[in-house]
């Protein structure tokens, strides 16, 4: 498992008017520290949204929030591995407070 800064999540749950198919799922946003590659040039931390199914999303109820969280790599058909959710413990709550720590920036010499 992993310890991840998990920092929101969202969910849908819709019928598509042109088939009447319904649509469920959620997504979960971590933040992983920034890798360039290629032609891109990235720093810092970067967010990453990870989808889970309409159920589990019970499970990020406290966020921002470190969890230890699971992923599993599963096979394409068509070659390659997808990342998967597998399961997410809580372990610790985070402060996010982005305008307090601005000015405890701003203030240092």
Do not use: H
């Not at 019970?58 to 966020?63: A, M, N, Y």
């Amino acid at each position: 498992m992993t310890l991840l800064t998990c920092i929101g999540s969202s969910s849908y749950d819709y019928v598509k008017p042109e088939t009447g198919e319904r649509k469920q799922g959620a997504s979960f946003s971590y933040l992983s520290r920034a890798a360039s590659s290629g032609s891109s040039n990235r720093s810092g931390w970067m967010p990453i949204d990870a989808r889970i199914t309409l159920d589990q999303i019970r499970i990020f109820d406290k966020l921002p929030a470190v969890y230890d969280v699971e992923f599993a790599l599963v096979p394409r058909r068509s070659g390659g591995v997808d990342q998967v959710f597998v399961g997410a413990k809580f372990v610790r709550s985070v402060e996010l407070d982005f305008p307090a720590l601005m000015q405890k920036e701003q203030a240092k010499p």
